[in-house]
């Protein structure tokens, strides 16, 4: 499955879209910013609005050293390093968005203090109790071992580390309209209920400290996309529907048809160490 995986987020030409989206925006990868880029590089629902409504419960300061499991490209590692000043390190199956991600990070001159890591977040080449925090954002739905997933994130974090998750939940048992942003068969699709990944997490360790459903955020982040769009006449220079490549407009189509008929939503959970 994890080939699979990191073969559906191959896009092949993803840092020279990227730059041309830059570019069409007057920018050069030495003058954009970690700001400009959250439209394209934030691969989660509700971009960086829902980092910064998530991230910010994880009660981050500069002195600490976090972990974004299943990183993509990188951009809330790059919000959260600049935001709270703190050290990043990301780790992502998907080669091509490590190598993207890494390059990002040298245009707005933070490689200093985040490291991004090829790998797999259910074997993470990192040392027991290395971290104050971790989060993951939309990752879980491509990962079917979730006790494998908590296991490892409560292995590297610290005793009374908080790790947030925000991922895209099953809320029934209707199937879903494939292809969507995380998959384009259901083979490489892992969704579970949020029943099941709390369970998940209190078997590894944690303590659940609180857990909010995002559908209502979900649908008016959408709503005004959609209107954003309808007025510029179609997608911005740089937005999320790059990485999805060419199939974007059906896959973004799908998962918001899935989230308002109920089969899914996507949910944050913070548990503690
Ligand atoms: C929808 S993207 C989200 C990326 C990023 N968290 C963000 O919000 O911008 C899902 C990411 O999970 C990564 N992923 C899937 N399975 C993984 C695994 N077993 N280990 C590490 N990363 C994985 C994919 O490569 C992809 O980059």
Redesign the pocket.
Known sequence: M?DS??AH?THGQLLDRILSGVQAIGKTPDTVTVDELAPV????IGGRQASEDFISQLELSADDHTL??????G??SRFVASRFGCRVTG????PE?VATGQSLCEWVGLSGQIELHQ????AMPFADESFDAAF????GM??PDKSGLFAEAYRLLKPGALFGVYDVMQTSDEALTYPV??SSVPGTSALATQGQYTEALEQAGFDIVRTRDRREFAAAFFEETRQRMEKAGGAPPLGVHIAMGESAPVKISNMVENIAAGRVAPVEIIATK
């Open positions: 994890k995986v990191a987020y590089d934030e691969f989660h974004d499991i299943g990183c993509g490209i951009g809330t780790i992502d199956l998907t968005f790998g797999d977040a259910t993951m954002l939309h990752v491509n990962i942003p995380w």
